[in-house]
């Protein structure tokens, strides 16, 4: 039976830590009808049935350290990376961890909330949670969330491809929302990514966020892609979202499956990237470093 | 001595990737790596900025 998940708006005095207990409660009775992304796959979870993330209940991580590769207001930051995504594409740098929910070591949560702790006295100005992709651990990630600190500073990290249930659970407790926006159209979508309908999803998200928090929208910039997948996302963030926050991201390098498609075995040109800086300058983006 | 697979994942890792033309790309870019890396290559602005970041506390408005 389809859940319907009644979520209030957070009053004021709740504080980040009780609101994230609370809804953790809430969302781990979801997992007996998984609903927290796109794909709506309605697996119960609780009971060993798998989706298309193949996650269980229980979740892991792979990696939990200082890091400064990200957006230069966010670093350096803290970042507690979950095994498993609901992606399946085929340049991902961490497909080892990405496709493998069971990946990693299980999440202790009064363990790495510590570990959080002595980072932020160690000097991280944030603490960013990402994947794979977090969205589809919602219930030990807002377990998590409920363990750290008020003054923290979080950071969602997503391939927004979340569902309107996941953002529910996920209002009010991030400061930060980075979000990717990686193909821009349906067809490289499905093509790289095995991924169905993704504008619509991925639009719907960065929307929402945009209203609800402070965002970047992040863009790993392809080898042959700029003008299929950059161009029409740069034109739709200038027309749908001006002066939202955009990272445009250079860095690609061949990973993982990437020889399943002849475009992908080599990192971006220089060609490219002067391209792709001027169709960001045509659509007058706001990019962040 | 030889690392179980159980203590290679509890440590935390960077990657690098030094491509022919002398590129070097990094996963995981750790504040002590970029420090080392802007050593390496003082021309490169942007890991400069990444490894000039100094740490700061408790930015939540």
């Known amino acids: ?289 | 001595m030889k690392k179980t697979k159980s203590q290679r994942e509890k440590e935390p890792g960077s990657e690098l990737l030094v491509l022919p033309d002398g590129r070097v790309m990094v996963h995981n870019l750790t504040p002590c790596l970029a420090a080392v890396l802007t050593v390496l290559d003082p021309a490169d602005r942007v890991m400069k900025a990444r490894a000039s970041v100094r740490p700061g506390k408790n930015l939540r408005s």
């Open chain 1, 1 to 289: 039976m389809r859940q319907v998940l009644e979520i209030p708006s957070p009053p004021r005095e709740l504080t980040r830590a009780r609101l994230a207990a609370r809804r953790a409660t809430q969302s781990r009775a979801l997992l007996s009808d998984c609903r927290f992304c796109a794909h709506d796959c309605g697996v119960n979870r609780l009971i060993g049935e798998r989706g298309v993330c193949r996650a269980g209940a229980e979740a892991r991580i792979f990696s939990a350290q200082m890091e400064a590769a990200d957006e230069l207001e966010l670093i350096p930051t803290y970042a507690i990376a979950f095994s498993g995504c609901d992606l399946r594409c085929a340049f991902c740098v961490t497909g080892r961890q990405s496709w493998n929910a069971a990946a990693g070591r299980v999440l202790e949560t009064s363990q790495v909330a510590a570990m959080v702790e002595q980072a932020l006295d160690e000097g991280a100005r944030t603490v960013m949670i990402l994947g794979g992709e977090p969205t589809i651990h919602l219930p030990s990630v807002l377990d998590l969330v409920a363990r750290l600190p008020e003054e923290a500073r979080l950071v969602w990290k997503t391939n927004a491809h979340g569902s309107a249930i996941a953002r529910r659970l996920l209002r009010g407790l991030f400061d930060v929302w980075v979000a990717d926006y990686k193909f821009g159209n349906d067809r490289c979508a499905e093509r790289l990514a095995l991924l169905p309908g993704y504008q619509r999803v991925v639009r719907d998200n960065l929307v929402w966020a945009s209203g609800e928090t402070d965002l970047i929208v992040r863009h790993l910039l392809m080898p042959g892609h700029v003008e299929c997948c950059w161009q029409p996302i740069a034109a739709w963030l200038g027309e749908t979202l001006p002066g939202v926050k955009v990272s445009l991201r250079a860095e690609y390098w061949p990973k993982w499956h990437f020889a399943l498609h002849p475009e992908l075995v080599r990192t971006v040109n220089d060609t490219e990237l002067e391209r792709a800086r001027s169709i960001a300058a045509c659509c007058k983006l706001n990019l962040v470093p």
